[in-house]
């Protein structure tokens, strides 16, 4: 269940997912709800939605992360896009998990970095929006 607590747009709504994917809380996004696929018994993408004061361009952020305890860097957090209202950002989400999962069902992405792939996914989903950015790199797309 996703609730918006920022008292504007307020949503409480289950978030349709697709198999493989189970709620978190208190994950590398936000402390809000979270849905985490595992790709590999190392790593798992998270997803969720951060809501955002009100004063920030931009209301509410669509994120993923990139957990890998084998990799050199364990962690990539990417901001995927923002968005005004909270009906529009779980649709958004639902359709950016979806995509995760086919895309990680379909074996030609199994011997890539699951971070690249999921590089690939962003730009995939934001091809006919706005740019993606990681969270490293201090806004720069």
């Given at each position: 269940m996703l609730e918006n607590h920022s008292g504007s747009d307020a949503v409480s709504r289950s978030v349709d997912l697709p198999d493989g994917w189970d709620e978190t809380t208190g994950s590398v996004t936000d402390p809000r709800a979270t849905y985490a696929y595992d790709v590999t018994d190392s790593a798992r993408v998270v997803v969720g939605l951060v809501f955002r004061s009100s004063d920030a361009s931009g209301d509410i952020q669509l994120r993923v992360s990139v957990v890998d305890s084998t990799a050199l860097i364990h962690r990539h957090d990417y901001v995927v896009a923002e968005y005004d209202d909270?009906?529009?950002?779980?649709?958004?989400?639902?359709?950016?998990?979806?995509?995760?999962?086919?895309?990680?069902?379909?074996?030609?992405?199994?011997?890539?970095?699951?971070?690249?792939?999921?590089?690939?996914?962003?730009?995939?989903?934001?091809s006919d929006t706005s740019l993606w950015h990681s969270?490293?790199?201090?806004g720069r797309k």
């Open positions: 909270t009906t529009t950002a779980i649709e958004k989400m639902e359709t950016f998990v979806e995509l995760v999962s086919s895309t990680f069902r379909d074996e030609s992405h199994a011997n890539e970095r699951v971070f690249v792939t999921v590089e690939g996914i962003i730009s995939e989903f934001q969270l490293f790199s201090g």
